[in-house]
């Protein structure tokens, strides 16, 4: 049996039903202004014959997918709900679509994906991990000509257009905040040796202690997975090393076990013992007491990120120009904490 191949309408015919001409219907199809009274015509037609422009075409007229791929390390990471946010708000403003992938869930690696650049699927890559990056990787995306952003760690090379949270900025407000209402002795929860944040926070830990003139005691600090199970085995060590009289969670997941460990152990949050984490997870204000925390401009990170790109795609800005940007987190002050 003979195979029928069916054509859809073409904007030939949208430019016969309308009255009008082949370079008309393309150039209102493209965004350029027409009269009202073509405009109406032509808006007429299209709907008439249920017109779709072709894609692959415009493609090759534009030499463009209007497409970009922001890819992620975990697609299931609460926290990157508000940089897709941020990402698709300056995307659907230019006129592109997003493609999200997950490279875990498609046991691939992060840099794979910048092969969808280089075979023309995309305009331009977002690449989003808060994990540390190799070296390797961060120079190939260093030296690419192509359009690429990244958020999260950027190992500090020159020539990269990242965006980040300034992570040494909050815990250092953190330890201002807690000096400020009389504590002197002050214990630190750290992280995951993988997560690129971990060693930045800290930094802003030992920074303010420093500039405060406290004294750093390495016993109390102990590391954790950022698990909530994590922070409370942790709190327990410190516990029993006693002397301190307020503790840093690095992340919200580790301070909410360590209030947990707190209160187990007989004392009282935040009259006996203050507690502090970062994020600003939504559990942070549902705990008892409601957790001060630092939080994260997830949706800005994702906007710098997005315009940074679409500078690169538009020929605006090379990405080595401004390469680092970090935002401020914030401060907020709930229930957790209490005067010395």
């Not at 309308?18 to 350029?32: D, E, H, I, P």
């Not at 910048?114 to 305009?123: A, H, I, M, S, T």
């Not at 807690?178 to 993988?194: F, M, N, T, W």
């Not at 503790?247 to 152990?265: C, F, K, M, P, Y």
Request: hydrophobic share 40%; net charge negative.
């Amino acid at each position: 049996m003979e195979r029928v191949i069916t054509v859809g309408p073409t904007i030939h015919d949208v430019a016969r039903l309308a009255g009008t001409s082949k370079s008309t219907v393309s150039r209102y199809l493209n965004g350029q202004q027409v009269k009202k009274a073509t405009q109406e015509a032509l808006d007429k037609a299209i709907k008439e014959l249920n017109f779709h422009r072709n894609a692959n075409a415009r493609r090759l007229v534009l030499d463009r997918t209007n497409s970009i791929a922001v890819v992620v390390d975990n697609i299931s990471n609460i926290f990157y709900s508000g940089i897709i946010r941020g990402i698709e708000g300056v995307a659907n403003l230019k006129g592109y679509n997003c493609t999200f992938l997950s490279w875990t869930s498609n046991y691939a690696e992060e840099i794979s994906f910048l092969n969808l650049l280089y075979e023309g699927q995309v305009d331009g890559v977002i690449l989003v991990s808060f994990q540390k990056r190799k070296d390797e990787d961060l120079e190939r995306i260093r030296d690419s000509q192509y359009p690429i952003a990244l958020i999260g760690d950027h190992g500090g090379k020159d020539g990269i257009f990242a965006v980040d949270v300034d992570n040494a900025a909050g815990v250092y407000d953190i330890v201002g905040y807690l000096h400020s209402l009389g504590h002197r002795e002050i214990a630190y929860i750290s992280g995951p040796q993988h997560a690129a944040a971990n060693q930045h926070r800290f930094n802003g830990y030992l920074q303010a202690m420093e500039t405060l003139g406290l004294t750093y005691r390495p016993e109390w600090v102990v590391e954790s997975d950022w698990s909530s199970q994590g922070g409370y085995q942790a709190m327990q060590q410190l516990l029993e090393r006693k002397g301190f009289s307020a503790v840093i969670g690095s992340n919200d997941e580790a301070a909410t076990g360590a209030l947990r460990a707190i209160q187990e152990h007989g004392l009282n949050v935040p009259k006996q013992m203050s507690v502090v984490g970062y994020d600003d997870i939504s559990i942070s204000e549902w705990v008892y007491p409601s957790l001060t925390t630092v939080r994260q401009p997830f949706e800005a990170i994702g906007r710098k990120a997005a315009e940074g790109l679409f500078q690169q795609i538009e020929g605006v800005q090379d990405k080595s120009e401004e390469a680092i940007h970090l935002l401020k987190p914030k401060l907020i002050v709930r229930d957790s904490c209490g005067t010395k």
